[in-house]
């Protein structure tokens, strides 16, 4: 665990990104803190993303997403909302931020390769933050009341 003092930021990652962007906007409330979205911090500043890949390349998409999640990592009292995607390529930025994720229950997934995407990216997210905050359903009263609870506790 991070020391307190040295935590600028709260980031939260989950794989549903929409329920992530809700509970994160929602905590930001409740606590009195700036609220950012990543995705929509990417999408703001490249006007229009799908353009941007398609006349400037790859590349140049990606070192532009970089820009703006670097950006992002350097905010003082930001609830931040972060997919799994770009919390996967661009964590290591946000070393200066306690890191939750939202886990949601298991879904049944009958497909192999649906189960083996999700467990790997569960693995993953278990690995790499500082809270891991275990949900029965997806509730954002839930998540916030849980998340209230282990941040009383810092």
């Known amino acids: 665990m991070?020391?307190?003092?040295?935590?600028?930021?709260?980031?939260?990652?989950?794989?549903?990104?929409?329920?992530c962007?809700?509970?994160?906007?929602?905590?930001?409330?409740k606590l009195d803190m700036y609220w950012a979205d990543s995705r929509e911090l990417i999408i703001y500043n490249l006007i229009d993303p799908k353009k941007v890949?398609?006349?400037?390349?790859?590349?140049?998409?990606?070192k532009?997403?970089?820009?703006?999640i670097e950006n992002c990592s350097q905010y003082r009292d930001t609830v931040v909302s972060l997919s799994f995607d770009l919390f996967k390529e661009y964590?290591?930025?946000?070393?200066?931020?306690?890191?939750i994720y939202l886990e949601l229950?298991?879904?049944?997934?009958?497909?192999?390769?649906?189960?083996i995407a999700f467990?790997?990216?569960d693995e993953f997210l278990n690995q790499s933050v500082d809270i891991k905050i275990e949900l029965t359903k997806k509730s954002k009263l839930q998540a916030i009341n849980q998340i209230l609870n282990v941040l009383g506790g810092l």
């Open 2 to 19: 991070k020391a307190v003092d040295t935590i600028f930021n709260i980031v939260l990652v989950a794989l549903d990104d929409k329920f």
């Open 21 to 29: 962007k809700n509970v994160s906007s929602a905590l930001a409330s």
């Open 64 to 68: 532009q997403e970089k820009t703006v």
């Open 53 to 62: 890949l398609d006349t400037c390349g790859l590349e140049y998409y990606k």
């Open 105 to 115: 229950n298991k879904p049944s997934l009958s497909s192999s390769p649906s189960k």
């Open 119 to 121: 467990n790997s990216r």
């Open 91 to 99: 964590h290591a930025l946000f070393s200066n931020s306690l890191i």
